[in-house]
Nanobody, 117 residues
Framework: QVQLVESGGGLVQAGGSLRLSCAAS????????MGWFRQAPGKEREFVAS????????NYADSVKGRFTISRDNVKNTVYLQMNSLEPEDTAVYYC??????????WGQGTQVTVSS
């Protein structure tokens, strides 16, 4: 069982930045591939970014490429999402998740990001 706790959300003006953190419990965090997702009101949850267990490979949704950066610190059992040049369309609840096999098995409770125009 893995527990994930997101933090770092908040209200920011368009063009601003936020850094989200996702702290994970458990000794095997360094073996997990991780992902960030988001869900805006009235919309389905969508993929934002992912990172392999060693941080060597990352992947991003087209809508955030060049603006968001995913990273991790396996000593601190934490994965980050640096979000720059935020747009009102980035407003959503952001979730981190642990990938196991072909699916994401464990999810955090989410953190709200609101971008004002």
């Amino acid at each position: 069982q893995v527990q994930l706790v997101e933090s770092g959300g908040g209200l920011v003006q368009a063009g601003g930045s936020l850094r989200l953190s996702c702290a994970a419990s458990g000794r095997t965090f360094s073996s997990y591939n991780m992902g960030w997702f988001r869900q805006a009101p009235g919309k389905e949850r969508e993929f934002v970014a992912s990172i392999t267990w060693n941080g060597r490979f990352t992947n991003y949704a087209d809508s955030v490429k060049g603006r968001f950066t995913i990273s991790r610190d396996n000593v601190k059992n934490t994965v980050y999402l640096q979000m720059n040049s935020l747009e009102p369309e980035d407003t959503a609840v952001y979730y981190c998740a642990v990938r196991q096999g072909a699916s994401y098995a464990y999810w955090g409770q989410g953190t709200q990001v609101t971008v004002s125009s």
